[in-house]
């Protein structure tokens, strides 16, 4: 399986709208600003490419969907899965519809029932079309799901996390692989699902802790607790400064950045 990550950014991207306003003057580390010269700072919304085989795996379609979607050269999509119903993570589905054609079979999308009735309600001219009139609509199959599933002949499973107060926010284990870009509890029950693995992607948004996501300490707890192989942290604010935090981290954890690409 081969792994391209789109974006590793946080629902405000880096550098942050925030940051240019005010003159870098309140960015940690200057990480806004060293942006400019350092493509590895730069942090779209976070969502991963999966390839499994000739089978292309998007999950999350960010807010940078198209950009991401050009800068991969990604031609073809055969399944979109969704981890939850924040717009960071949803409000790129408009332009699924460069990857539709009324003349092959709708795009299969998979998602928990919460986040199914998040994308339901906000996009309700894709999902109810009747009500919408002229243009290009993504041509989309729903697919509710909460336990075991396959495409292409893995296994899928949603893994249960606790993101804040929302409800029904998954991660998602392929083979030894496993994605959760947005946590800040793991019940028991899922740590259970996630022994053995070979990769841990999983959020680290800042030092400091926050009541929805994973902090650096905390992000590296859970990756001694379920020791992968190789653990890559995803979905960071300006606040993680790679150059300076990355020497002081276990040898099998690192972070992740636009653009990364390894095969598992
Ligand atoms: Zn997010
Ligand atoms: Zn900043
Ligand atoms: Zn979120």
Request: charged residues 20%; glycine residues 6%.
């Amino acid at each position: 399986m081969k792994i391209t990550f789109l974006g590793t950014g946080t629902s405000h991207g880096v550098p942050s709208i925030d940051c240019m306003r005010q003159q870098y003057q309140r960015c940690p580390h200057q990480v806004c600003l060293k942006a400019e010269h350092d493509p590895r700072y730069r942090r779209m919304r976070s969502s991963i490419l999966l390839e499994l085989q000739q089978y292309e795996v998007l999950i999350d379609t960010s807010q940078d969907f198209r950009e991401q979607m050009l800068r991969a050269h990604v031609t073809r999509l055969d399944a979109v899965l969704y981890t939850h119903g924040h717009a960071d993570h949803i409000f790129g589905l408009p332009d699924t519809r460069s990857y539709t054609h009324r003349d092959e079979p709708p795009l299969p999308v998979y998602a928990s029932p919460e986040t199914m009735h998040t994308l339901r309600s906000s996009f309700g001219y894709v999902f109810d079309p009747p009500t919408f009139v002229g243009g290009g609509i993504p041509i989309l199959a729903p697919h509710v799901v909460s336990t075991r599933f396959t495409l292409a002949g893995h296994d899928i499973y949603p893994i249960h996390v606790e993101h804040g107060p929302l409800q029904g926010c998954l991660g998602y284990r392929i083979d030894n692989t496993a994605y959760i870009p947005d946590v800040h509890t793991i019940p028991a029950a899922a740590l259970d699902m996630l022994q053995g693995l070979d990769l841990l992607i999983i959020n680290c948004l800042r030092e400091r802790p926050h009541s929805s996501h994973l902090s650096l300490s905390e992000s590296l707890h859970y990756a001694e607790l379920l020791a992968p192989q190789l653990a890559l942290f995803t979905h960071m604010t300006h606040d993680i400064d790679y150059a300076l935090e990355e020497p002081n981290l276990p040898t099998n954890v690192h972070f992740a950045y636009d653009g990364l690409q390894l095969t598992v």
